[in-house]
């Protein structure tokens, strides 16, 4: 096979995908408490809003399944690539609770279309004893991707003092431009396997939905307050924050794709159970934490947890009709935002009675995750998608 033709496969696409995303994402999320609450004076209410307004778009996840009907998956990563990279470049010249809502919109349309398209392509087009170790190795590239991201905006702001709508729009166009460079460069893919074109709801994906319900309610705990937190509690600049990223992806860089390797050599019960106990000591100590330096550590290794969850999708390929996950990854990432949509609205104006008890939730959300793991068989596969009902706590 032609040099240029094993370039141009899938599975370097797929790894394209992942790079370009985490480069345009990273700068809107590390940028954007510090730039809500400098530029458009947010509290806890409007965060709260915004990243619910954001979860929107995944909680419509399920309708990528129609706009299918008119274009194929890999047309729509891509087109869907390009909008995210829209959103982030008009970010900075709205600075105001409108304008930052609207972008926001924008920019998160592209980016839940593009990450439910991008799963289920994942799943068809890699073989399942190795995509753990794929999304591993697409894990090492998103940090990569963050890390110089991150690393951009030190030196960006923090040495030539640039300003967010430079930034923003900088990171936009660069990422736009990449993606016109895939559409040009890769052919276009077939698929494995025929796609089910309509929304698809079984039975047998049930353990599969509640772990992914609570997943999703879980992380936003992460994502919207435990960066708030050290914004507003601890007075840590978009430098600092920057610099905390930078260690997660460091570590994500270093160990993913080892990680993700191991993972397909254990148990998905085994790992997903570590994760869920992690975390809910993680969350409790949130909730009590008074001082900066513990609160960064905290932050870390909670990002740590991350690259584990690579095992439910694993779960879910091994134990999914092949026609379904096209199907299937719409209603998943649906399935995800239910809470997400609702969760970061009230949990703000939980945190202006008292923050400590947003994680405390989080630590029970952690425990509902937790007991769904005595259901997982442990050698999940096609009809083998639950523990046998007498053997289910043990």
């Known amino acids: 096979m032609p040099t240029s033709t094993k370039l141009r496969s899938p599975e370097n696409l797929l790894l394209a995908m992942a790079f370009i995303m985490p480069l345009v994402f990273s700068v809107w999320m590390a940028m954007l408490n510090n730039f809500v609450i400098e530029r458009a004076n947010f509290t806890g209410i409007e965060i709260g809003i915004l990243q619910s307004l954001r979860e929107i778009p995944g909680f419509l996840a399920f309708t990528a399944i129609y706009v299918l009907l008119l274009i194929k998956e890999q047309r ?36 839940h279309y593009f990450e439910t398209v991008n799963q289920s392509l994942t799943l068809q087009w890699i073989k399942k004893e190795n995509t753990a170790h794929f999304l591993g190795r697409a894990l090492s590239v998103k940090s990569i991707a963050s890390l110089l991201a991150f690393g951009s905006i030190w030196i960006l702001m923090e040495q030539f003092s640039w300003g967010y709508k430079a930034t923003y729009l900088l990171f936009g166009g660069i990422a736009l431009v990449f993606t016109i460079a895939l559409a040009i460069s890769f052919p276009s893919f077939a698929a494995p396997v025929e796609q089910s074109r309509r929304l698809i709801l079984r039975k047998r994906y049930l353990l599969y939905y509640a772990l992914t319900f609570f997943s999703g309610a879980r992380r936003q705990i992460f994502v919207v307050f435990a960066g708030f937190l050290m914004v507003e509690k601890f007075n840590y600049s978009v430098a600092d924050v920057s610099a905390l990223f930078m260690i997660n992806y460091v570590f994500n860089w270093l160990f993913a794709a080892k990680i993700g390797k191991f993972i397909g050599q254990v148990s ?18 949130y909730g009590v934490v008074d001082n900066a330096d513990l609160a960064a550590i905290l932050y ?14 694993t779960y879910f390929q091994k134990i999914a009709l092949p026609e379904d996950i096209a199907a299937s990854a719409g209603v998943s990432f649906t ?60």
């Not at 470049?89 to 609207?102: D, Q, R």
């Not at 994680?359 to 007991?371: K, N, V």
Request: with cysteine; proline share 3%; aromatic share 14%.
């Open 300 to 313: 870390v290794v909670d990002h740590l947890f991350f690259a584990l969850a690579i095992a439910i999708k």
């Open 76 to 111: 729509l990563a891509l087109l869907s690539l390009g909008l995210t990279s829209l959103g982030v470049a008009a970010t900075g010249f709205f600075p105001s609770i409108v304008g930052l809502y609207l972008t926001t919109i924008i920019m998160s349309v592209g980016f």
């Open 335 to 394: 399935i995800n935002h239910i809470a997400a949509v609702v969760i970061p609205a009230l949990l703000g104006m939980v945190w202006l009675v008292n923050a400590s008890w947003v994680f405390y939730i989080g630590a029970g959300f952690a425990c509902c995750s937790l007991l769904l793991t005595f259901f997982m068989p442990l050698v999940p596969k096609l009809n083998v998608e639950f523990r046998r009902k007498e053997k289910a706590l043990v």
């Open 268 to 285: 998905e019960r085994y790992v997903l159970r570590f994760e869920y106990i992690g975390l809910t000591i993680l969350f409790v100590l």
